[in-house]
């Protein structure tokens, strides 16, 4: 019997819903979010969008004439729970719990395990969440930030990192724990990670700590206006941690977290009037193209400093993420000023879909048992 697996990931900027018969995708549907329709959640946790993300799959299961009463699974993106080792997990009371919580930030991913448990438990079938982007695999070297009471953390695009880094050792010829490579996943969030033998033992908090800015995140940015700003009495906490995540990187220097209008602007296409809205009145083609290099840029520096990381012993460099599909303000540029290092290899977008499948079929064939979050 082929399982039917629905798969939920819940992002930043968008949805993805999609349904499986075995590996055989039956629909994937994507919904992405304007920064007018998420403002009314600003500032408030994530599960506060529980409904209005649950009534969305349900209704995506509606359009695609699916009862849900068919469904053999649900598997979901995991969210920032306790650092854990990779694999795939039963969502059980503890991790509800935790997800719930965000015991280690509040991110939609939270919302992934909370609704295919949700859509799950009445059914009487399984929901599973596989490689959170709390995976870690860090280096004790890798931990040290400065601040003892403020050490490096592992929050990263694990579930596509792996994904695409095995799908890279297998067009070389090599198992993934025979390699060495530095993927760079760039979305609304961005992680740039050194693989080394099948470990990511140094990766950037792209969350809310370290690394490139990204459409909706300011990244590492200078320490001491960061705390004169924090102590100016200008901003609540909340605003700061907004500026941070949310408000900060290319949103908060445009007034879009649009990648796709940006690079239309960049290259003298006529924006929609709703791309034209969004956008800051004093955003010209020329400040757009140099706001797309400086992310191209901030990207590139995190991918050469893992080179140093891996001593200089890199097969590949992976570019990935919804950005990679950006050929020409996002790929070449980095691509000129790492290629240097390793061959760089594309694979735009993020098959995260297929890997929550996968996951969830490895567990259900009884290939792998499913591990249980305490």
Known sequence: MEHLVLVINPGSTSDEIALFKGEQKVFHKVVRYSLKELEQYEGKKVTVQFDFRKDLVLKTLRENGVDPKTLTAVSGRGGLVKPICSGTYSVNQALLNDLREGVLGDHPSNLGGIIAYSIAEPLGIPSFIADPVVVDELEPLARYS????????????????????????DKLGK??????????????????????????????????????????????VPSGGLVKMCFSGKDTLDEMKLKIKG????????????????????????????????????????????????????????????????????????????????????????????????????????????????????????????????
């Open 247 to 374: 408000k900060g990187g290319v949103v908060a220097y445009t007034g879009t977290t649009d990648m796709i209008a940006l690079e239309k602007m960049a290259d003298g296409v006529e924006l929609t009037s709703e791309q034209k809205e969004q956008l800051n009145s004093d955003i010209t083609k020329e400040k757009a193209s140099e706001i797309l290099q400086a992310l191209a840029y901030q990207v590139a520096k995190e991918v050469s400093s893992l080179g140093a990381v891996l001593k200089g012993k890199v097969d590949a460099i992976i570019l990935t993420g919804g950005q990679a599909y950006g050929k020409k303000h996002f790929v070449e540029p980095i691509r000129e000023r790492v290629s240097w290092i390793a061959p760089v290899e594309v694979i735009p977008g993020g098959d995260e879909m297929s890997a929550l499948c996968e996951a969830a079929l490895r567990v259900l064939n009884k290939e792998e048992q499913a591990l249980e979050y305490r």
């Open 146 to 169: 400065g601040m003892p009471e403020n050490p490096r953390i592992s929050i990263f695009h694990a579930l596509n990192q792996k994904r695409v880094a095995r799908k890279i050792a």
């Open 175 to 220: 198992k993934y724990e025979e390699c060495n490579f530095i993927v760079a996943h760039a979305g609304g969030g961005i992680s740039v990670g050194a693989h080394k033998q099948g470990k990511v033992i140094d990766v950037n908090n792209g969350l809310d700590g370290d690394g490139p800015f990204t459409p909706q995140r300011s990244g590492g």
